[in-house]
């Protein structure tokens, strides 16, 4: 994916399109699942705490 299809994908994904918040998602799981250990095991609540996050204030990026 190049910078532009980024930019394009996140500007869709901040206007609320699904798809592409989905795709964001994707983009960042292993971010994601790397934040979501504690205690060195997976914490499958923080990880779908941080979706969440992610998710509910995505809206908020400036880019």
């Known amino acids: 994916m190049t910078d532009q299809e980024f930019k394009s994908v996140l ?3 901040i206007s ?3 798809d592409d918040i989905t795709k964001i998602l994707k983009i960042y799981a292993p971010l994601i699942n ?3 250990y504690l205690y060195n095991k997976l914490d499958e609540d923080l990880r ?3 979706l969440m996050h992610i ?3 995505i809206s ?3 880019i």
Do not use: L
Request: positive net charge; glycine residues 6%; hydrophobic residues 30%.
């Open 48 to 50: 779908q705490h941080i």
């Open 16 to 18: 609320g399109n699904k």
């Open 60 to 62: 908020k990026f400036k």
């Open 34 to 36: 790397r934040s979501s």
């Open 11 to 13: 500007m869709r994904a």
């Open 55 to 57: 998710i509910k204030n």
